[in-house]
T-cell receptor, first 112, second 112 residues
Framework: QKEVEQDPGPLSVPEGAIVSLNCTYS??????FMWYRQYSRKGPELLMY????GNKEDGRFTAQVDKSSKYISLFIRDSQPSDSATYLC????????????FGQGTTLQVKP | DTAVSQTPKYLVTQMGNDKSIKCEQN?????MYWYKQDSKKFLKIMFS???????INETVPNRFSPKSPDKAHLNLHINSLELGDSAVYFC???????????FGPGTRLLVL
């Protein structure tokens, strides 16, 4: 079993839809939770970062962490065609010297 | 003014050859990483260096040898290339081995 599980999709939605992306994990030591966005043939770029449990909002993006369920989510409101990309969740334990554990990534397509 | 740069972008080579990939960051970070992304977009850490010292060394064949001449540069040398080495290799950097890592554009390696 992988430490981090993420449905690879693909996920196709119409423009303006609310998108929900999710990851589950097994390692209770994870304290840092990130979402990276990766456009085709580009490097991943950090989108959202959350420490421990709770919600974080940044514009149209909301990240949620539920440590009791070992479940994290990324919500995208009013999705745009420019949001079409692969979204990777990543996690790290505290004091773990930068070792990020990634999910497989979910490919999202937002159709105009 | 590229933050994390890699050369070359593409690398096509024959099995058994030796090749190197170079990475440079101008963000002033002290930690650099190498990741491998397979054909299913699964991203896995290989190595990390902090101030030229090897910090993370995942289960990677000995044919892979990272070298950090200074904290702004991290190179990856691969000996005796195999078909299974075909992947996209990403360099990343951060402060103090932290979770917020900045990725380069990737080097697409194809071994024939």
């Amino acid at each position: 079993q992988k430490e981090v599980e993420q449905d690879p999709g693909p996920l196709s939605v119409p423009e303006g839809a609310i998108v929900s992306l999710n990851c589950t994990y097994s390692n209770s030591a994870f304290q840092y939770f990130m979402w990276y966005r990766q456009y085709s043939r580009k490097g991943p770029e950090l989108l959202m970062y959350t420490y421990s449990s709770g919600n974080k909002e940044d514009g149209r993006f909301t990240a949620q962490v539920d440590k009791s369920s070992k479940y994290i989510s990324l919500f995208i409101r009013d999705s745009q065609p420019s949001d079409s990309a692969t979204y990777l969740c990543a996690m790290m334990s505290s004091g773990n010297t930068g070792k990020l554990i990634f999910g497989q990534g979910t490919t999202l397509q937002v159709k105009p | 003014d590229t933050a994390v740069s890699q050369t070359p972008k593409y690398l096509v080579t024959q099995m058994g050859n030796d090749k190197s990939i170079k990475c440079e960051q101008n963000l002033g970070h002290d930690t650099m990483y190498w990741y491998k992304q397979d054909s299913k977009k699964f991203l896995k850490i290989m190595f990390s260096y902090n101030n030229k010292e090897l910090i993370i060394n995942e289960t990677v064949p000995n044919r892979f040898s990272p070298k950090s001449p200074d904290k702004a540069h991290l190179n990856l040398h691969i000996n005796s290339l195999e078909l299974g080495d075909s992947a996209v290799y990403f360099c990343a950097s951060s402060y103090l081995s932290q979770e917020t890592q900045y990725f380069g554009p990737g080097t697409r390696l194809l071994v024939l």
